[in-house]
Every structure is written in C-alpha cells, then in structure tokens.
C-alpha cells in the first residue's frame, strides 16, 4: 500500500550560514536509497562548498533564486526554473540574493554525505566538469485527466526535457476534482505544498497535508482527488518518468 511520509526530517546543512533541509523522501526520513526527495529553504547570502556528487540532482526553484556554478561559469536559476545536474559534475551553490530561495531538490540515487564530495572550503578553487548543467527555463504545460480541469507543469520529464530517467512536475488542482484509477508501471513520490489531496488505494484511503508527501510503488492501483472544499498544489516526481502509457489509467471511470 502506499506509504504516507506524516512530516520531514530536518537535515543538517553544509554552508556559512544556517540552511534549512527537509527531506521527505530518502535514507533518513524514509529509509529509501533509491531517490530522495527535499525541500530546501535557504537565507540570502549562503553558500555552500563546491562538490562532486555521485548522484544525479534535479532542483526547482519555488521562490527567490539560486545561483549554480559549475566548470563553465555560473547559472542563475529563477523562480519557476529547474536545473539538471549529472552525477560526477563539480558544481558550487549558493543564494547570494536578499531573499535567498526555497526549493525542490530530487537526487538519484538519493542524497548522503558519504557521496557528495564536498571541497574541503567554500573558496576551494572550482573543479574540472564536462557537460555544464541544464537550465529548465520553462515547464511544459500538460492538461490532467478527471471530472475537472487540473494544470500539470512538468519540468523534467518525456516531454519538457526528453528525459525518461525520473520526472518532476508541479500540479494544481481544483476542489471536487477526480481522475480514474490507474495502476503506474512507476513510483510516484508527492509532496504537498498546499490544500490537501486524498489517494484511494486497496488497503483503504490516505489523505494527505500540507507539508506531508506520498509514495505509491509501481504496481499499485491508486485513484487521486481533492475535497470538495479545497484546492491542492503539489509536487510529483515519477521514477521512470511519466508517461500516458505508464499511468495505465482505467478508461471511462472517475
């Protein structure tokens, strides 16, 4: 059955000041080495020592901006922007703006200290890379399935970046809304920014919070909604990544 994540674990974060990481999905709150799924809420002017981590990462910027820099220079990634970092990369982040930014961070396999390769200081002199990071500048808006309209931005993903390895979207969906059951070839992790969402599975229904995520594994038939009285926003990372002909979505039936 899918497993509710009820609240994060905070996680001691690297940098010159306090940053505040809450990981829902990943080998600390939920025991998962596959992937790991965070949310990040970092203050203007922090920056971190420069790493080479063995891990794919997948970061979405949900307020302010990060800046990345990477062999090539330094990228500016912007609210309602992604970054796509592969394994083996030496990258440096941090937020020098006011505001700093909060974030969605997906690795893959998920994140440890053990795997990172930090530098031994923040003014380590910039490692050797050779394939720069992907900016997502924009996601690709997909239309939902169910009795309402539903706004599906994928970032990364089969459509928006061509990538078939994970997928990360952001949904938002109106009060009263459902989709038909499917039966995904792949996990899906959710991770509710806002409202609340209500998944019907075989063992029962599980509702789910702000602040609170889901994982459904691949295999399971599952069926998503809202209430009646209130709208839900979230992220959804897929691993495979999503596709129409993975979700195997019962037809005529919501």
Known sequence: MPRLIEKPTIVAAAGNKPKRIEEFVGRVNSGDELLSVARMRSPGGWIEPGQRPRFLEVMHVLSGSLRVEHADGATKVIAGQT?????????????????????????????SPEIV?????????????????????????????????????????????????????????????????????????????????RIVHDRGTTEIAANQAIVTEPGERVQYSTPADEDADYIAVCLPAFSLEGAQREAGRA
Request: proline content about 9%; aromatic content about 8%; charged content about 20%.
């Open 83 to 111: 970054i796509v970092v592969e394994a083996g990369e030496w990258v440096l982040y941090s937020t020098p703006d006011e505001h700093g930014a909060e974030y969605i961070a997906v690795c893959l396999p998920a994140f």
């Open 117 to 197: 390769h930090r530098d031994d200081s923040a003014d380590a002199a910039p490692g050797a890379g050779s394939q720069a990071p992907r900016l997502i500048p924009l996601g690709t808006t997909i239309m939902g399935d169910g009795n309402k309209p539903i706004q599906i931005e994928e970032f990364v993903g089969r459509i928006n970046s061509d990538d078939a390895r994970l997928s990360v979207a952001r949904l938002y969906c109106p009060a009263g809304w459902i989709e038909p059951p499917q039966r995904p070839t792949f996990l899906e992790v959710t991770v509710m920014l806002s409202g609340r969402l």
